[in-house]
């Protein structure tokens, strides 16, 4: 079982950049492909981005394909969110979560530990 704290979100203008950091506690950490979703009101949660357990694969939603980077260190037990270019619809709460997959999954439900979420919100 793993514990994730998401960090790194706050209030950034149209056209500006964030990174959203995961840090994980467990020793299965290096076995889990981790994923980015987020959460918008009204909305229902939809996933990201995802990196696969060693980092090799990654796999991004159209919407920030370009834009976005996914990135771990497994030697910090940590995963990045590099996010450029941001756009109003970007505003939601972004989760991170682990899978017991190693593979770069971006399905909800291989996604077994949640983080609690940071909020970014993109306006001018």
């Known amino acids: 079982q793993l514990q994730l704290v998401e960090s790194g979100g706050g209030l950034v203008q149209p056209g500006g950049s964030l990174r959203l950091s995961c840090a994980a506690s467990g020793f299965t950490f290096h076995y889990s492909a981790v994923g980015w979703f987020r959460q918008a009101p009204g909305k229902e949660r939809e996933g990201v981005s995802s990196i696969s357990s060693l980092g090799i694969s990654t796999n991004y939603a159209d919407s920030v394909k370009g834009r976005f980077t996914i990135s771990r260190d497994n030697a910090k037990n940590t995963v990045y969110l590099q996010m450029n270019s941001l756009k109003p619809e970007d505003t939601a709460i972004y989760y991170c979560?682990?899978?017991?997959?190693?593979?770069?999954?971006?399905?909800?439900?291989?996604?077994?530990?949640w983080g609690q979420g940071t909020q970014v919100t993109v306006s001018s």
């Open positions: 979560a682990a899978s017991s997959q190693s593979r770069a999954t971006m399905r909800e439900t291989d996604f077994g530990s």
